[in-house]
C-alpha cells in the first residue's frame, strides 16, 4: 500500500478496503471534521494485505479507521478489544488506536437499525432479511437487538439456515419466499449493485402498501428490488441510510461527541450524486 502524506500535522483516520477508492466515505467524514472545526484528514486507502496496510498506517499515527470488504474478518482478529456486537456479528467495521492498540466495533448493526428507525417501529415487528453474508449478519443482529421478529431467506437456502442457527431466529427456503407477510422487509445482498442480476426473484405482489423496505445497496440508490417495492407502495428506505448512520456512530465513537448528522447526510447525498453523474459521462 503507497501511502503519500508530506507533513503530519491533522489528525489522520481513513477507509480501508480493496476497492476504496470509490467509498463515499471521505465526502460524508470530511464535511463532518469541517463542521465540527477538527483539522483532521479522512483518506480512502486501497490495500492489499490488511496487516501490511495496518502497519504502515499505525507508523503514521492514524487514530481511527473504517474498514470495509473484504477485511472486516481480518479487522477482528488485530483487536486486542472488541465490543459484543462485533463479537456477535464476527467482524468489525471499526477501528480505533489506543494506548494498548486497536479497539474495535461494528456500527454496520446500528447503521441499519437507526436507518430503519426513522420510519418503522422495531420492536415486535415481523422483519424478513434478504441474504446470509457478512452485511446479513449485522442487519439480523441488529433487528433481534432491537426485538423483531426475524426470518432469513437466501440464494443458497442452507446459508440462510446456517446464519439463522447463529442468531437464534427463524429462515424460509427460497422456494417459499411467496408465503411470509412481514412488516419489513431488508434486501442484504450484492444483488442489484452495478448492475449485479437478481439470483431470486421476488413473487408478484409480495410488496405491500403496509411494508418498510430497505435496501443496503446504493449503488445505485434505487435499486430494481427498492423501485418495485415503491411502485408497490411500500415505505422505502435506500442504502445510503444505513451508510450515513454507520458513520454517524463510528465518528462519535473516535472524538467521543455527537456527529454532526445533518451535514453528513448533505455530503453523502451530494456525492452520491456526483458519483451516477461521473458513471454517466464515462
Ligand atoms: P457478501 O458477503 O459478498 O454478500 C453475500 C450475499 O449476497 C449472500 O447472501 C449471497 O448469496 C448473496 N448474493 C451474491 N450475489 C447474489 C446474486 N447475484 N443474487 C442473489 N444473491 C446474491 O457481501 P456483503 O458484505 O454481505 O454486502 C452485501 C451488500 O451490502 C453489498 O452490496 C455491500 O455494498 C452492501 N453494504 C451496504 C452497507 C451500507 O452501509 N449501506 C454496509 C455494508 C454492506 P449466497 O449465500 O447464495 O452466495
Redesign the pocket.
Known sequence: MKVLVRSVQHDLYGVVGRPARHSLSPAMMRAAFSTLGIDACYLALEADDFGDALDVLERFGFRGLSV??PF?QDAFTVCGRVDTSARSIGAV?TLRRTESGWEGRNT?WL??VRALERVASLRGASALV?????????VVYGLLERGAQVLVV???DH??RDLAEAFGCGWVPLSELALCRPNIVVH??????SG?????TIPEGFFSPHMVVMD????PLETPLLYRAKVAGARVVD??????Y?GVEQLSWWLNRPAPESAMREALRRAAALAVRKVFHE
Open positions: 470495509t470488504v472486516k467495521n454496520d447503521g441499519a434478504i441474504g446470509a453474508g457478512g452485511a446479513a449478519r449485522g437466501n440464494r443458497t446459508r440462510a442484504a445482498t450484492r444483488a442489484g449493485m449485479t442480476p437478481y439470483d431470486f443496503i445497496v446504493y449503488s442504502g445510503l441510510e444505513m451508510l450515513l454507520q
